[in-house]
């Protein structure tokens, strides 16, 4: 595989930031096969990237391309619901059942819980447990073969939750904390029962219109990525025979609300900006979806993290699935972020799941470490 590096930076960050650049190069020498950064601080605004946007070639990933946010999803959803709760048309700490009475929810599973990942439901994409064991649920990225095959399949929300539900819960309400697609997933349909109106529609008219987030997309059932795009592949194994495909394109109707949106690094960027600053959101909510969960440090779809030598809190949310995946991290008063998309080549083993947690500690430290 050809490498490259490309940067660009405007005029108050100049060309320089060589730990950036750094940053980028060790990230393709860990295995992925692109990245795109954007870094905005009290420095300007810095935008590169690294590595290749597709197998074979030589060109660089576009720094303004777009690519599946994955998990960032449940950033704009849990935004969603708690701009309905500052409306009084959601209760936080009401049974989600009143909302949602056609699928028969533990009476103790509140908003909160789906939002914060403590209520318990099984995650439609496959459980993980402590010991190593695998219970899967739908074909997902976890699947192998199976999720190559299925791809273009469309998924009704409604088809997930029953498929999580009919399995047994992880724990009781509230006793414990485990992250599960499923979550979002009620949660997309709750903000769509309330209003009337489809997820996206909402997403669209107060978020991304407001904002002016262009590049941003809830796709639905569209197996498409807007250009520019890097590539995504998926490696899984067949009769014996190891094969890459380009996954690129796909029906992400099997993460729903879980992680299917579609953005960029400057509209990322835009959006968790607007929301640390309290554009989005009154204090006492935003203070509620920043207060973090004592076991995992995942407050209301948003996590917290105390950077090492004196860097002090960020606000984050990072996710990825079939050879896409995104960072996107602000200090709590939203004036320096970090967004970042990489392409690569995923795996039922989740092979560059290591290369992922470095490429996020390499980046953070390099933007929100101590000056």
């Not at 209301?300 to 996710?319: K, P």
Request: proline residues 5%; hydrophobic residues 35%; aromatic residues 8%.
């Amino acid at each position: 595989m050809t490498e490259s590096l490309h940067t660009t930076a405007n005029s108050a960050a100049g060309n320089g930031r060589p730990e950036l650049r750094k940053a980028l190069q060790d990230i393709v020498d860990s295995g992925v096969m692109g990245v795109q950064l954007r870094v905005h601080d009290e420095r300007g605004q810095w935008v590169g990237s690294a590595g290749v946007s597709e197998l074979g070639g030589t060109a660089e990933p576009p720094t303004d391309g777009h690519f599946r946010i994955g998990s960032n999803t449940k950033t704009f959803t849990a935004t969603l619901v708690l701009q309905l709760v500052a409306e009084g048309r959601i209760g936080l700490d009401t049974p989600a059942a009143d909302y949602l009475p056609e699928f028969a929810l533990d009476r103790r599973i509140t908003v909160r819980m789906l939002l914060q990942h403590t209520s318990g439901v099984f995650n439609h994409t496959g459980e993980y447990y402590e010991d190593g064991t695998i219970v899967p649920g739908i074909p997902s990225t976890i699947a192998g073969k199976e999720w190559v095959d299925k791809r273009f399949h469309t998924y009704r929300d409604e088809e997930l939750v029953r498929l999580s539900l009919s399995r047994p819960a992880r724990f009781e309400p509230g006793s414990g904390w485990s992250y599960s697609n499923t979550n979002y997933v009620l949660a997309r349909l709750l903000v769509e029962k309330v209003t009337g109106r489809s997820c996206a529609e909402e997403t669209r008219r107060r978020i991304l219109e407001p904002l002016g987030l262009s590049g941003t997309v809830v796709p639905g059932t569209s197996t498409e990525v807007p250009e520019p795009h890097a590539r995504a592949y998926y490696r899984y194994e067949d009769a014996g025979r190891e094969e890459t495909v380009d996954v690129t394109r796909h029906n992400p109707s099997w993460i729903s609300a879980g992680g299917d949106m579609i953005s960029t690094t400057q509209d990322l960027h835009t959006f968790i900006s607007a929301l640390a600053s309290g554009r989005l959101l009154p204090d006492p909510l935003l203070a509620e979806m920043r207060t973090p969960h004592a076991a995992s440090g995942f407050g209301l779809g948003l996590r917290v993290q105390e950077v090492g030598d004196g860097g002090g809190t960020v606000l984050f949310h990072n996710g990825g699935h079939s050879g896409h995946a995104a960072l996107m991290y602000s200090t709590p008063d939203g004036r320096r972020t970090l967004t970042a998309a990489l392409n690569y080549v995923d795996d039922a083993g989740l092979s560059l799941a290591e290369a992922f947690q470095k490429t996020q500690e390499r980046l953070v430290e390099a933007v929100f470490g101590a000056r």
